[in-house]
């Protein structure tokens, strides 16, 4: 018979000519090529396609909310103008309503263009808008905190989204209806607790998705939505000066991103492969490549960090023949991340350095407002302002890393603080005092949304959000203390941002550098690779 007479004859019987060499597996399956989610999206789906594009641009539009509920109060609890009724009683030289006598003014605008105008927070009562202020930051600390844990558990990302945006309408409308003082105070507590989640699970739903050269990129990137949040609220406050008319006309937003952004949105692959859902997570792969162009061969598994690094261990054939969606799903808290020696230490690090890093922001802030022009033009130019400094630190992140650039943006904003609090507050002096702050808030407005980037990447998938929740925590306690500086008055501030800074910029330098570090799944995943390269952490 002739060779060619002999492979056809093998063929038809269904031979293989490699089977004297390579016989073949039983059952005729063949183990899957197990890969991470990071080298995955790098060789077959792509790290920066059109699918996280759109997903990034979507899911990041909830900064703009969060920006929103928060700067509301700047217009819903100013203090109004006031002008004379009558000239008996009314001064031309009083410079506060408090020196005049009852009924000889009135307020600009009627006694409905502001909490203070209409609940009577003035002279004795200042305090209160005080109050308001601390209670919304708290409820922005515990909401935190509580979707920070849900959203790396049972809800998952999107699931924790939707709760909260749909939280914001609610409450950002019943807080129109506000009969007293406390009753007002009490909606804005609850505003603050869904707030407080808001950024958090969107910078992480949005950012998990997108390949490790772009994550940077991506992540620096959130914080424009924020600031456009602002800017749009000064438009908003502008048409509907009524502080009822204002929190029901911002919660429109929250309503709108609800019906027609969050049914386009997809959960985390990341946490769906940690819960065990590795089909789940397989689909939503399959669709990114699809969109991105590109091509995910069957043969490949998306897996745990950890199960890739064991993968060379033997498995017996039961394990091989495994269901991907009969895994188990991996949970984590924050107990998880105090439990591993590494972990907390870089929870500790995160909790002060955000905390120093909220003072300063916030602190600033609210110093940068109090300019004596229109109110409204100041707060859209604030929130502009801040937009330099997100795109000359997303520029320079991936060349100087993580940890050089949240030192020295730290330090320059410090810089410009402690030589603003040697300035007198007169003349000239007191100009330079401003630009001093101007330049602090660019320095440390970049550095607030970096920390948001390297957070991520110091923890493992399975108790991100709960690190993250807990470093937002300390954020917003940072804002609840930052008003009771300003009260202080003079160079005080600017002498305690100044010392918040470099202390921060100090804690950084404890930190490892993540630059081309990839995302981990587990803690075990994390520590084997650090283990591998101890000199990471220097």
């Known amino acids: 018979m002739s060779k060619s007479s002999a492979l056809s004859t093998n063929q038809q019987d269904g031979g293989d000519l ?37 997903h990034f641009v979507l899911t990041s539009l909830a900064w703009a909310l969060e920006g929103i509920h928060t700067m509301v109060m700047i217009f819903s609890d100013r203090e109004p103008g006031w002008r004379c009724t009558t000239s008996r009683g ?91 003082y406390w009753t007002y105070t009490l909606f804005r507590f609850l505003s603050g607790f869904s707030t407080g989640g808001t950024g958090l699970c969107s910078f992480v739903l949005a950012t998990e998705p997108v390949g490790q050269s772009w994550r940077g990129v991506a992540g620096m990137s959130t914080f424009y939505f924020f600031s456009t949040g602002i800017a749009a609220l000064s438009a908003i406050a502008y048409f509907f000066q009524s502080w009822r008319s204002l929190y029901i006309a911002s919660s429109v937003p929250s309503v709108l991103f609800v019906i027609l952004i969050l049914p386009f949105l997809h959960e985390s692959p990341r946490w769906c492969l940690v819960r065990g859902k590795v089909d789940e997570a397989m689909k939503i792969m399959h669709k990114i490549a699809i969109s991105n162009g590109k091509h995910l061969p069957d043969g490949v598994l998306l897996a745990l960090d950890s199960e890739v690094n064991n993968d060379d261990a033997p ?3 039961s394990e091989s023949k495994l269901e ?30 955000n905390f120093f890093c909220s003072v300063v922001y916030y602190g600033l802030s609210l110093n940068a407002v109090n300019l004596g022009t229109n109110l409204y033009l100041n707060v859209a130019l604030n929130a502009v302002a801040e937009m330099p400094a997100y795109l000359i630190t997303a520029l320079v992140l991936d060349r100087l890393g993580r940890k050089p650039l949240a030192i020295w943006t730290m330090w320059f904003s410090g810089a410009f603080c402690l030589a603003g609090s040697l300035m007198k507050g007169y003349g000239t002096w007191k100009i330079v005092r401003m630009v001093c702050g101007v330049l602090g808030i660019f320095g440390m407005a970049g550095t607030y949304n970096l920390l948001f980037v390297y957070s991520m990447e110091l923890f493992p998938t399975v108790v991100r959000n709960a690190a993250l929740g807990c470093a937002t925590q300390a954020s917003q306690m940072g804002a609840i203390l930052a008003p009771l500086v300003v009260v202080l008055g003079g160079g005080v501030p600017f002498a ?24 981990y799944d587990t803690m075990a995943g994390m520590e084997e690779a650090e283990a591998e390269k101890p000199c990471i952490l220097a």
């Open 18 to 54: 490699r089977s004297p060499l390579i016989p073949p597996a039983a059952d005729g399956y063949s183990k899957p090529k197990k890969v991470t989610m990071d080298q995955m999206l790098e060789k077959y789906c792509g790290e920066f396609g059109w699918w996280q594009l759109r």
């Open 90 to 180: 009314c001064g031309s030289t009083a410079k506060s309503v408090c020196e005049l006598e009852p009924g000889s003014w009135e307020w600009f605008g009627g006694i409905g263009s502001s909490t203070v105008s209409e609940f009577g927070l003035i002279c004795g009562q200042k305090y209160r808008v005080g109050i308001v202020q601390a209670l919304f930051f708290a409820g922005c600390m515990i909401g935190a905190g509580v979707f920070g844990h849900l959203s790396d558990s049972k809800l998952g990302r999107k699931g924790s989204l939707t709760i909260v945006s749909i939280l914001n309408a609610i409450f950002g409308c019943i807080t129109a209806f506000s009969s007293d």
């Open 315 to 317: 498995h017996s054939q």
């Open 324 to 353: 991907p969606d009969t895994k188990e799903a991996l949970n984590g808290s924050l107990l998880d991340v105090l439990r591993f020696p590494l972990t907390r230490f870089r929870l500790f690090l995160a909790v002060a350095i």
């Open 496 to 519: 305690v941002f100044g010392a918040c800074g470099i202390a921060g910029g100090l804690l950084v330098m404890y930190l490892p550098e993540t630059l081309n570090r990839p995302l």
